[in-house]
């Protein structure tokens, strides 16, 4: 039997296959690193914030070197309706002190420093260069990739799949059998405007190299999903992501729904005077954990929005920090399968364990219930407006008639929203049961 090529090839070069292959390539793996595009972060769209702290085990010291636009020092929740806004802002100065909590970057920065890691590690890194399918044995066993060169096909003991939402190499490797991936994803889009650094400082009373992430809910006209509005240095990172299958139903189009959000009067004195830059969209899975394919086939793995390890549920919008994570294990499980010389699906099983046992799979096990509430009707459509107006009903003075009390504004605002208390109830308990 001829020799593969590579002991692990890893496509995408995202921050799961940059992660992967660093980790293979570290543990002295022979590592291809394949992207489609002509430099890694080329093809690549995301909102705008890491939670870096996963890069702890990995690159010890990451925020002397990574490419930061910005610290998040303040983490605010918005909830909108048409006229009314309610916000939770969060501001810890500790957050701009290392080890930090949380970056603003631009994505083509950030994928370059990921894919430059691994191939200071070892790896070699293919670019311009689409995986088209999967070379099997004649048990079935994965041994490779099939690519659109003329030079052609890459050999290996392991394949990593970090191709990304849809994955076309899990799906033919049959680990998405039986799963709608369609129902179970979001489009996201997303403005970067050009705003002078000062302007932004003082619009969002920002200091220095601090910044904020906000996330807003209550913006998409009820189809399910969310918007967020991210600082950079110099510009802002403004968007919506919305299901797939709502979307297609409402026939409105995305670009209404930022220009909306845009509009919004909570929201237009934030983005005034500002000049877009780009336009850009891009799918991602929002179902999280009961959507996820099985993980290990003989001879493959899958990794990051590949395998639906996102978190994109209305006010939340994480994905890097799931995909690096992931990755780190798959190139890790890899190598050392690779090194057993068992690089079967048995071989390969402790891919899962380590995830099992990482904050991967914990927080998606945690969450699991979080994508069905915060996308559910009540959430979407009733929500956003029972809690504005309760917070308007608390706030206003209305002498000469006496203040009304919590629990009556409560039962009326519901009451006017159609919303019954035991539903409200129920909700706020699995809410408690998620986070608890
Ligand atoms: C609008 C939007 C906003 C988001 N905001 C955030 C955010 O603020 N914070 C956050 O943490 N997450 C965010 N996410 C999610 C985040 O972008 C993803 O979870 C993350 O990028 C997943 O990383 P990945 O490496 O798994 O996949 P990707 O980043 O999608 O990388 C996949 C790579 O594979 C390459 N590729 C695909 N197919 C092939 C092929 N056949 N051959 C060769 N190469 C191939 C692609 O070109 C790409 O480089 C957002 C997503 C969107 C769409």
């Given at each position: ?8 090839v890893?496509v ?5 296959g940059s992660?992967a292959a660093l980790?293979?390539?570290r543990a ?12 890694p ?5 995301y909102g705008?914030?890491?939670y870096?702290?996963v890069l702890d085990?990995l690159?010890p010291?990451w925020?002397?070197d990574?490419?930061?636009?910005r610290w998040?020092?303040?983490?605010s929740?918005?909830v909108m309706?048409e006229?009314?806004?309610v916000?939770?802002?969060v501001?810890?100065q500790?957050?701009?002190r290392p080890?930090?909590?949380?970056a603003t970057?631009l994505r ?10 691994a191939?200071?590690?070892?790896a070699?890194l293919?670019?311009s260069?689409?995986a088209?399918?999967?070379l099997r044995?004649?048990r079935g066993?994965?041994t490779g990739?099939?690519?659109?060169r003329p ?9 990593i799949a970090?191709?990304?939402?849809n994955s ?10 039986g799963?709608?991936?369609a ?5 996201g ?12 400082e003082?619009?969002f009373?920002?200091?220095?190299r601090d910044g904020?992430?906000l996330?807003?809910l209550g913006c998409t006209?009820?189809i399910p999903?969310g ?6 240095l110099d510009?802002?990172?403004v968007?919506v992501v919305v299901?797939l ?5 409402s ?17 237009e004195p934030?983005?005034?005077g ?5 336009y850009?969209a891009?799918?991602?899975p929002e ?8 993980l290990?086939?003989?001879?493959i ?5 590949a395998?639906?390890?996102?978190l994109a549920?209305g ?9 690096l994570?992931a990755g780190?294990?798959?190139?890790r499980?890899?190598a050392a ?5 068992d690089?079967?699906r048995k071989?390969l099983a402790p ?10 799979l914990?927080d998606h096990?945690k969450?699991?219930r ?14 956003p407006?029972?809690l504005?107006d309760?917070?308007?009903g608390?706030f206003?003075?209305d002498n ?11 039962r ?6 159609g919303?019954?208390l035991?539903?409200l ?10 986070f608890?």
């Open positions: 039997m001829t020799e593969p090529m590579f002991d692990v890893v995408g070069a995202g921050p799961a992660a980790a293979a390539a002295g793996r022979s590592v291809a690193l394949l992207e489609r595009g002509p430099h972060g080329s093809k690549n769209v705008g914030v890491v870096g702290r085990e690159v010291g925020w002397e990574m490419p930061v636009q998040v020092t303040r983490r929740t918005m309706t006229e009314q806004a916000t939770v802002d501001r810890s500790a957050w701009g080890p930090y909590n949380g970057a083509a920065d950030l994928d370059a420093w990921l894919a430059g890691l191939e200071e590690a070892g070699v293919v670019t260069t689409v088209t399918g999967l044995d004649a066993a994965v990739v099939r690519t659109d030079d052609g096909d890459l050999t290996a003991r392991v394949v970090c191709d990304g939402v076309f190499l899990a799906k033919e490797a049959g680990l998405f059998s799963r709608d991936t129902r179970h994803t979001s489009l889009v997303k403005e970067t405007l050009a705003l002078p650094r000062e302007v932004i003082e619009r009373a920002l200091r220095g904020l992430d996330e807003i006209r009820g999903g918007g967020f509005l991210y600082t950079n510009s802002l990172s968007g299901g299958k709502g979307l297609a139903d026939g409105v189009r995305p670009e209404e729904l930022l220009a909306g959000l845009k509009a919004h009067p909570a929201v934030l983005v005034r500002a000049e877009l830059k780009e850009s891009h799918l991602l179902g999280g954990h009961d959507t996820m394919p099985e290990v086939g003989d001879g793995l899958v990794a990051g929005d395998a639906a390890m996102c549920a006010v939340w919008l994480e994905g890097v920090n799931f995909a994570g780190m294990y798959a190139g499980a890899a399968a690779v090194g057993r010389g690089t079967s071989g891919y899962r364990r380590m995830l099992e046992d990482s904050f991967v914990a096990r969450l699991r979080v994508p069905g509430l915060v996308f559910s009707e009540r959430t979407q459509r009733r929500y407006g029972l504005c309760l917070a308007e608390f206003q003075v000469p008639r006496p203040k009304p009390g919590l629990g009556r504004l409560l009326r605002t519901a009451s006017a929203h919303v019954r035991r539903h109830m129920s909700d706020a308990l699995t809410g408690w049961r998620s608890g």
